[in-house]
């Protein structure tokens, strides 16, 4: 023996919002995996949401690229001169003097004590396609192929070459 559901417009309005959300309207329990899961994924995305900017600061450089002044600082151990590790520049009239002598015609920052190179970096392209995508969106390639001949035409082109 079934038992027949009252069919009102309350009930049949609750199915239908049951079906829209796939079947029954039901929540199950979730497993133990699961719910460790989704607070390792929620630790994570915290981490990279506060670190966003810097992210994003670090994505510019890539992408506009970079140039880096370094200096090479000497002593002397005994009677040997010797040539420490390069430094980064980091004083802004140091750069420009750096960056004077070697892109322009700028006095020699170099002497006995020390040597200032400039290194650069070029952009990098998939740098910049990654910033704009995430900004504006992927952009959308059109591939329209177009055919010459239609179907019949070259089936009779076929059918000439087995013919001879």
Do not use: C, W
């Not at 140039?67 to 001169?81: A, L, N, P």
Request: proline content about 2%.
């Amino acid at each position: 023996m079934t038992k027949k559901l009252k069919t009102t417009p309350e009930s049949i309005k609750k199915r239908l919002e049951a079906s829209a959300k796939g079947g029954r309207n039901k929540k199950g329990i979730k497993n133990k995996a699961t719910i460790d899961r989704e607070k390792v994924l929620q630790l994570a995305k915290d981490i990279v949401a506060g670190r966003t900017r810097r992210l994003i600061d670090t994505q510019t450089l890539l992408a506009m690229g970079t140039i880096k002044v370094f200096v090479i600082r000497y002593e002397m151990i005994g009677k040997k001169k010797v040539a420490k590790k390069p430094e980064l520049v980091t004083g802004e009239e140091q750069i420009i003097n750096a960056l004077h002598h070697e892109y322009a015609d700028g006095e020699s920052p170099n002497d006995n004590d020390e040597y200032y190179f400039v290194t650069t970096k070029d952009p990098d392209n998939q740098a910049i396609n990654s910033l704009l995508d995430r900004t504006y969106g992927r952009s959308t390639e059109n591939k329209v192929v177009s055919i010459e001949k239609g179907m019949g035409a070259l089936l009779d082109e076929i059918e000439d070459e087995d013919e001879e």
